[in-house]
């Protein structure tokens, strides 16, 4: 026995086999509630957001401070369910420089980033 075996040739399906093999639609259940709230930012954590914040003003000094804290704090949110937290001050500095990289090429003055 082979494992094509009972399987029909490519190019012999007619479309009623197909339609009658659509996928069953997606049920979402969640038995035991809504996810627990994210664990807090560990010092270590608040401290290296810190330090971002003021390398990334250092490579940017036209960017106002309000705004690289609103991209670094928006960056950093969009890792709040992560489980695994030992990577999050580095991913959340690649995206903050990546959005702020973006922004600096379309506007005029332009930006560097190191």
């Known amino acids: 026995m082979t494992v094509d075996e009972g399987m029909p040739s490519i190019g ?7 339609e009658d093999r659509s996928p069953a639609p997606v049920v979402h259940a969640d038995p035991e509630g809504p996810p627990e709230p994210p664990p ?9 957001v810190r330090d971002m914040v003021t390398r990334l003003m250092s ?3 036209s960017v ?9 704090r928006s960056a950093y949110d ?3 369910q992560a ?14 420089r990546k959005v702020l990289r973006a922004a600096a090429e379309g506007s005029p003055a332009g930006g560097s980033d190191r």
């Open 59 to 61: 490579t940017w000094p």
């Open 40 to 48: 807090p930012a560990s010092p270590e954590e608040i401290l290296a």
């Open 12 to 18: 012999t399906l007619s479309p009623a086999d197909v």
């Open 83 to 96: 489980r695994v937290r030992a990577y999050v001050p580095i991913l959340v500095e690649r995206r903050a």
């Open 64 to 72: 106002a401070e309000a705004v690289i804290e609103a991209t670094v």
């Open 78 to 80: 969009s890792f709040r």
